[in-house]
């Protein structure tokens, strides 16, 4: 499998999120946001954590709009998988390839803490090495990390089945409790929590492992 990670000025978990994929078994590119094209033969963009462009006007706004991400909106739209992670996320929601929008944290800290999270729904490629209603210790370093969506759309992403994860314990205010949503096909994943983070047991844990595996595996497999 190959994977291709977005880098971006600010960008500061983009090493991670490539070495998680390396472990799993996928061959890496990193790619820089002034790039116009990802390389034809991806099978996954992965969009990284940090700051881009310094969080200026909203957090991934500035980000959605680089040369590169309408490559990655083009890859979205022809069924090709990707997965944003923390400001990924919010890159994801930025571009409108996932609904909502991530809002400053309810409590207005900054969080940067391990926090558990209940797996909602394993019928898609990124999750299916867990089992439904699994619960995972996996870390959180963000500001702006509640996720807001209307009731409206709370409710189709519950009847669609397309809520990722959930937080054991609401750490920021997110509407349902949503750490994780992806989208109608099930081929993009967007969460704040950094499963990149916990691929290693000198990281603390190892509850992100089985995501990128069972992620590679059904790439291959297909």
């Not at 750490?171 to 992806?182: E, K, M, W």
Request: include cysteine.
């Amino acid at each position: 499998m190959k994977a291709g990670v977005l880098v971006f000025p600010g960008s500061n978990c983009d090493r991670d999120l490539a070495v998680a994929f390396e472990r799993a078994g996928a061959d890496v590119t990193m790619i820089w946001h002034k790039e116009t094209d990802l390389p034809e033969d991806l099978d996954i963009v992965g969009v990284p954590g940090g700051f881009s462009f310094g969080d200026y006007l909203r957090c991934g706004a500035i980000a959605a709009q680089s040369p590169i991400t309408r490559s990655l909106i083009r890859h979205t739209e022809r069924g090709g998988y990707a997965i944003g992670i923390c400001n990924g996320f919010q890159v994801l929601t930025e571009t409108g390839i996932l609904p909502g929008a991530l809002m400053r944290n309810a409590n207005l800290k900054f969080i940067c803490k391990p926090v558990g999270l209940k797996v909602e729904n394993t019928d898609n490629a990124f999750l299916s090495g867990y089992s439904e209603g699994q619960e995972l210790s996996v870390p959180v370093a963000h500001h702006d990390g509640n996720y807001n969506v209307t009731d409206e759309k709370l409710a189709q992403l519950k009847s669609e089945g397309r809520i990722a994860f959930t937080y054991t314990d609401n750490p920021n205010g997110s509407t349902g409790d949503i750490a994780g949503v992806i989208s109608k096909n099930r081929r993009v994943l967007g969460m704040m929590p950094h499963p990149e983070r916990c691929v290693d047991e000198m990281h603390g844990g190892t509850d992100g492992v089985a995501m990128f595996r069972s992620l590679v595996d059904a790439v291959v497999a297909a």
